[in-house]
């Protein structure tokens, strides 16, 4: 089984159509817990963490679930310029100290006209 | 400007034929990472670093050596590269070690490798 594991997609949906991403992953003493965008051909940059409250950013809803291992992103109003490719990414403590970030393969989105 | 550097963004070379990749943070983090981007494989990281002179092996460093002699400087070296490892390659870092495990990392722009 993968450490981190997402459905690859793509996912093609209407311009305002609301899409859902989910993310499991194996390590339960992972700590916190993140999901990136990355541009095609491009770095991956921060999209939000991933609080066990679940939060919030404008269009953008992330939820944890501890018990289950599984993490979810859910894009609201989707945009032209959401489309990206969208990694699920666990962050674990490493014995001596210092952290691993382990990406999931990503899934990819196109969102059209 | 924070950011991650990376030099260069695109290399075509032959096989056997030594390089380095160059990597150069401006954010005074401890922690810097080099990882490996495959078509169906996602990011795998390579090495990292989390000080000066203390280097680790990450998930896939056969093939590849790194040195931190300077906090901001964590240079990818292929000794004798392979066609194996055509890839994208990316740097990270992030802040101290204690607070690394909740803090996200920054990329550089990527350096695409062909190994011919």
């Known amino acids: 089984r993968k450490e981190v594991e997402q459905d690859p997609g793509p996912f093609n949906v209407p311009e305002g159509a609301t899409v859902a991403f989910n993310c499991t992953y194996s390590n339960s003493a992972s700590q916190s817990f993140f999901w990136y965008r990355q541009d095609c051909r491009k770095e991956p940059k921060l999209l939000m963490s991933?609080?066990?409250s679940g939060n919030e950013d404008g269009r953008f809803t992330a939820q944890l679930n501890r018990a289950s291992q599984y993490i979810s992103l859910l894009i609201r109003d989707s945009k032209l310029s959401d489309s990206a490719t969208y990694l699920c990414v666990v962050n674990g403590r490493l014995t001596g100290g210092g952290n691993k970030l382990t990406f999931g393969t990503g899934t990819q989105l196109k969102v059209e006209l | 400007e924070a950011q991650v550097t990376q030099n260069p963004r695109y290399l075509i070379t032959v096989t056997g034929k030594k390089l380095t990749v160059t990597c150069s943070q401006n954010?005074?983090?401890?922690?810097m990472s080099w990882y490996r981007q495959d078509p169906g494989l996602g990011l795998r990281q390579i090495y990292y670093?989390?000080?000066?002179?203390?280097?680790d092996k990450g998930d896939v460093p056969e093939g590849y050596k790194v040195s931190r002699k300077e906090k901001r400087n964590f240079p990818l070296i292929l000794e004798s590269p392979s066609p194996n490892q055509t890839s994208l390659y990316f740097c990270?870092?992030?802040?101290?070690?204690?607070?690394?495990?909740?803090?996200?990392?920054?990329f550089g722009d990527g350096t695409r490798l062909s190994i011919l």
């Open positions: 990270a870092s992030s802040p101290t070690r204690d607070r690394g495990a909740n803090q996200p990392q920054h």
């Open positions: 954010m005074n983090h401890e922690y």
């Open positions: 670093s989390m000080n000066v002179e203390v280097t």
């Open positions: 991933v609080y066990s």
